[in-house]
Nanobody, 116 residues
């Protein structure tokens, strides 16, 4: 079955960096659009970044442009989110998403807390 397993979350100080990873299995990773979403307490889940199946197009939320970078490794079936210059408002649970054959699949989420 489809599995998405996130890792790399944690506590970081403002201005710091984290790299999230999402290991995929159970589907054809190379044909899926992959995305990262986040959900802060009391807020709706929002799209952070997405990358096409070929990796040639990337899309970012305005709030993270210039600070976050999404990438994918086809051989490792993994998608990454490099997060730099983190701010307290980036605190949220981050979810990996796969759009494959017109269906959405989700990981269990990983907590990112930005605080001094």
């Amino acid at each position: 079955q489809v599995q998405l397993v996130e890792s790399g979350g944690g506590l970081v100080q403002p201005g710091g960096s984290l790299r999230l990873s999402c290991a995929a299995s159970g589907f054809t990773f190379s044909t899926a659009v992959m995305s990262w979403y986040r959900q802060a307490p009391g807020k709706e889940r929002e799209l952070v970044a997405s990358i096409t199946s070929a990796g040639d197009m990337k899309n970012y939320a305005d709030s993270v442009k210039g600070r976050f970078t999404i990438s994918r490794d086809i051989a490792k079936k993994t998608v990454y989110l490099q997060m730099d210059s983190l701010k307290p408002e980036d605190t949220a649970v981050y979810y990996c998403n796969a759009l494959w054959v017109r269906l959405d699949y989700w990981g269990q989420g990983t907590q990112v807390t930005v605080s001094s």
